[in-house]
Every structure is written in structure tokens, then in C-alpha cells.
């Protein structure tokens, strides 16, 4: 089956500062790519996705990247705010089946 | 938006007792619905996928007859876990798709507390 690899797992950043969470996917087949944010207790949110056809998506501070022939994809989030900071988790979608990445816990410092 | 309620939002029980999570989906058909449990600190783990009116597929290691998967309509899911001991104290979530435009929608959420 899929298997999602996520790093860091731990990620710190100063206010203003980029941050970025790269995933790799093993399933050629996958063709959907959703990030999530998820705040303690809650459940995920979907802040971005990508669809395999398509390289790169952008919306406001956040943008991702899918690189197909190498099976990565990375979540790029820019001018971050103290606010950014939650569990951010990749994954990829195969015949209906959606995988985790084992998350990002993202730190933002004022 | 498409909205999947579930219910409870916690729950406490004894060990050995049963526990149903009820996921609905408000807005739309539920064609498959995922169960997922999260662990402290951990990544959502896929215990089952269910289609309407099918029995649920479960993930290797996941005990079918501990943890019951019902999804007799296309706006309704329950997992009862059954004998619940401590060790089974999670989160489980569960996750809708209707099928279209990889929508995937997720319920708020079950702390399960077994004591």
C-alpha cells in the first residue's frame, strides 16, 4: 500500500519567516495531495491540496509543489504568523484510500 | 460546505464496556466513510473504510469484531468498540467522500477515555 513519509517532524520559526514540510509518497497511482493543520484536540483542516496533474498551487501564504516523477510534494508557508502554529500533516490519496504523513508539529515565535 | 457531525465529542467508560461513535453527514452522501484513530502526538491512522450498504474493509491489525463498523445509509457511520480496555483510549475520527472532487470531510472528533 502508500506510505507517506513527513519531515521535519518538528519544525521552529521566527515570526515573518518561510516554513516548509516536505513529504514522499511511494504509490505512483496517487493523484490527490491534501495538507491539513490540526489544532490540539481538533479535528484536521484542510488548508491546501494538489492534484497530480497540476506542479504547483499557491493561495495567499501558502503554496505546495508536487514533483511527480520523484514522489514528493512540499508545503511552503510564507511570512508565518504565531498563529501558523498547529500539527500539519500531508497525505495522498490512492483509489480512495488516504494515507498520513506522521505530521509537523510547527512552531511560530513571536 | 459539505459538514460531518459526530457524536460524542468524549465519552468515558468502563473497561469492558461498549462505546458507539456516531459520524452523519449533513449535507451531502456519504459514500464511503474512514475511521480513523490518532494516538498523542501521532498521525491519523486508517482503521477501516467503509462504503454504503458493504461490509468495511479493515486495516491489517485492526480487530473487525472489536471494533464494529455499520454504514447502513449514505448519511450515517458507527464504530462501536466493543470490551473496550485502556489501551484502545484515543481519538478516533471518522472522514466522508460523497466521490466527488476528492472532497473528503472530517468529523470533529471522539476522545475515548477507558478507565
Known amino acids: 500500500g502508500e506510505n507517506v513519509e513527513q519531515h521535519p517532524s518538528t519544525l521552529s520559526v521566527q515570526e515573518g519567516d518561510s516554513a516548509v514540510i516536505k513529504c514522499t509518497y511511494s504509490?505512483?497511482?496517487?493523484?490527490?495531495f491534501p495538507w491539513y493543520k490540526q489544532e490540539l484536540g481538533k479535528r484536521p483542516q484542510l488548508i491546501i491540496d494538489?492534484?497530480?496533474?497540476?506542479g504547483e498551487k499557491k493561495d495567499q501564504r501558502i503554496a505546495v509543489t508536487l514533483n511527480k516523477t520523484a514522489k514528493h510534494f512540499s508545503l511552503h508557508i510564507t511570512e508565518t504568523q504565531p498563529e501558523d502554529s498547529a500539527v500539519y500533516f500531508c497525505?495522498?490519496?490512492?483509489?480512495?484510500?488516504?494515507?498520513f504523513g506522521a505530521g509537523t508539529r510547527l512552531t511560530v515565535k513571536p | 460546505g459539505a459538514v460531518v457531525s459526530q457524536h460524542p465529542s468524549w465519552v468515558i467508560c468502563k473497561s469492558g464496556t461498549s462505546v458507539k461513535i456516531e459520524c452523519r453527514s449533513l449535507?451531502?452522501?456519504?459514500?464511503?466513510m474512514f475511521w480513523y484513530r490518532q494516538f498523542p502526538k501521532q498521525s491519523l491512522m486508517l482503521m477501516a473504510t467503509?462504503?454504503?450498504?458493504?461490509?468495511?474493509?479493515?486495516e491489517q491489525g485492526v480487530e473487525k469484531d472489536k471494533f464494529l463498523i455499520n454504514h447502513a445509509s449514505l448519511t450515517l457511520s458507527t464504530l462501536t468498540v466493543t470490551s473496550a480496555h485502556p489501551e484502545d483510549s484515543s481519538f478516533y475520527i471518522c472522514?466522508?467522500?460523497?466521490?466527488?472532487?476528492?472532497?473528503?470531510?472530517f468529523g470533529s472528533g471522539t476522545r475515548l477515555t477507558v478507565v
Open positions: 472522514s466522508a467522500s460523497s466521490g466527488a472532487n476528492y472532497g473528503y470531510t
Open positions: 504509490d505512483s497511482a496517487s493523484n490527490y
Open positions: 494538489i492534484r497530480s496533474n497540476v
Open positions: 497525505a495522498a490519496l490512492t483509489n480512495n484510500d488516504m494515507r
Open positions: 449535507d451531502f452522501q456519504a459514500t464511503t
Open positions: 467503509s462504503n454504503e450498504g458493504s461490509k468495511a474493509t479493515y
